[in-house]
């Protein structure tokens, strides 16, 4: 937007601008790093009325630096250069209420100095959050300037892995069978997800080890039922025991390598096959992207043949469906956006594409073959001249095989700072992946959607997501 400023000669009593502004959980967040304010007052996860609902109280500075705003900007605008600025703070802000921020000139003095009437309003219902006068050193050349020219900010927060805790936070806890979760990383996130409600664990393993990295993170593991099993393979096989005997209703793993996992649940007769092959979607919580990214697959199928791929978006549709997304728009990667025989993945991309169209894949919109650039973002698409409902929206990636799809996640993890969540679907329960590099946020999501994915193939009724802003 161009803005034009008013100089001290242009200036009339009486001249009053508003500016609205909308308080954002994110808004928040960059006001405590750029001030070292941290009360937790401020921050999501404090309920200061007694509601059960975190209503983060916006920082009264935050609140009277929107007056700022409006003389910087608009009245008097560029130029203009504080003298003083009182406040009277009468109210309080919430995260996600309308403000107002409104000032009215109420003298002109000889030595350029101007005085404003200063206010903040709620604009719902008009109430009064800050009041005061501010003095100011008026412009005296005229300024033309486009407000737009400054550097976008992202927070580095993951407020879709924030939405699926919270929603998944009403179920049931589900039994889990947790895998040799013998060092500390791997029983940490059983634990934790068990604090959280999102499962009840099974710890199998090695006795001693378990009981040894329990003690390391000072966690009291007395509540939980423990089955001592001396070897890896031999505890992976004990874990899909209890799916089958209907114990545990998904598998997560610990300290051990997957294929022992993989192996037992792909064991025949009596294995966790559920008629499709078995695929990985990460879960990705991209920072500033609207809506969580499902990445698939990067952990299971190195090179998948089209049979394969037609499981592993049928997969990644269904897990999509169940976080939400009523009809999933997957985009199908190649390194081109046109068939070009020469390379394989765009070929098998518009073949997906294709099967979609005659409901051999079904639940959601499948296009292909997309470059990275027009799946994800619009202008690249319309750049490319690429008309359909996913180019440019795309909520699932299908990669071509899993060197790029390790690849591309990786990059989203430690680039774009973004957090992953794994599960392995097409077993008859969802099998939790967990990496020891995974933080707290990663396990905590990782179970909360293997959770919502088991209650929806239960029949159980999820609960609707609670808006945190």
């Not at 993170?217 to 393979?233: P, Q, R």
């Not at 299971?300 to 999509?320: F, G, M, R, S």
């Amino acid at each position: 937007m161009i803005r034009e400023n008013k100089t001290y000669d242009e200036l009339r009593v009486g001249d009053s601008v508003d500016l609205h502004r909308v308080c954002t959980l994110d808004d928040l967040y960059v006001f405590a790093n750029a001030s070292g304010n941290h009360n937790p007052m401020h921050l999501p996860g404090m309920d200061d009325d007694g509601s059960h609902r975190t209503e983060p109280v916006a920082p009264s500075l935050w609140v009277g630096s929107l007056i700022s705003a409006v003389l910087g900007n608009v009245l008097p605008g560029a130029g203009t250069l504080y003298r003083s600025q009182t406040f009277d703070f009468v109210g309080r802000a919430h995260a996600g209420e309308d403000l107002v921020a409104k000032v009215t000139l109420k003298e002109k003095r000889p030595d350029g100095t101007v005085v404003f009437a200063t206010e903040v309003k709620r604009a719902e219902d008009g109430m009064p959050i800050v009041t005061g006068e501010a003095i100011v050193v008026a412009p005296v050349q005229k300024v033309v300037f486009d407000d737009h020219e400054l550097p976008g900010l992202v927070v580095q927060r993951h407020r879709h892995f924030d939405a699926l805790i919270r929603r998944a936070g009403p179920l049931p806890p589900m039994p889990t069978a947790v895998v040799c979760p013998e060092e500390p990383n791997s029983l940490g996130g059983a634990v934790l997800a068990a604090k959280r409600t999102l499962i009840t664990p099974i710890l199998i393993g090695k006795r001693a080890k378990i009981l040894a990295a329990a003690a390391e993170i000072g966690a009291d593991i007395s509540g939980y039922e423990l089955i001592d099993v001396d070897e890896d393979a031999k505890a992976a096989h004990a874990g899909v025991d209890l799916v089958i005997a209907g114990r545990a209703k998904a598998l997560m793993k610990g300290h051990l390598h997957t294929d022992h996992l993989l192996h037992a649940a792909l064991r025949k007769p009596d294995g966790l096959r559920a008629g499709r092959r078995f695929t990985h979607v990460f879960v990705v919580d991209v920072p500033g992207l609207a809506h969580p990214l499902l990445v698939t697959d990067a952990a299971i199928n190195i090179a998948p043949d089209l049979p394969t791929k037609v499981d592993i978006v049928q997969n990644a549709i269904d897990l999509a469906i169940s976080l939400g997304i009523a009809v999933p728009k997957v985009g199908v990667l190649s390194a081109v956006e046109t068939v070009n025989p020469a390379i394989a993945s765009s070929v098998d991309a518009a073949l997906l594409s294709k099967m979609a169209d005659r409901g051999q894949i079904h639940g959601g919109l499948v296009e292909g073959p997309l470059a990275m650039d027009n799946a994800v973002d619009l202008g690249a698409a319309r750049t490319k001249g690429i008309k359909s409902e996913v180019a440019g929206r795309a909520e699932v990636l299908v990669v071509p095989d899993l060197d790029a799809g390790n690849m591309l996640a990786k990059q989203l993890t430690y680039i774009a700072k973004a957090e992953a969540a794994g599960v392995v679907l097409g077993a008859s329960v969802p099998i939790i992946l967990t990496s020891r590099a995974d933080d707290d946020m990663a396990r905590l999501a990782s179970c909360a959607v293997a959770a919502i994915h088991q209650a929806r193939l239960s029949g159980v009724e999820i609960p609707q997501e609670i808006a945190a802003e």
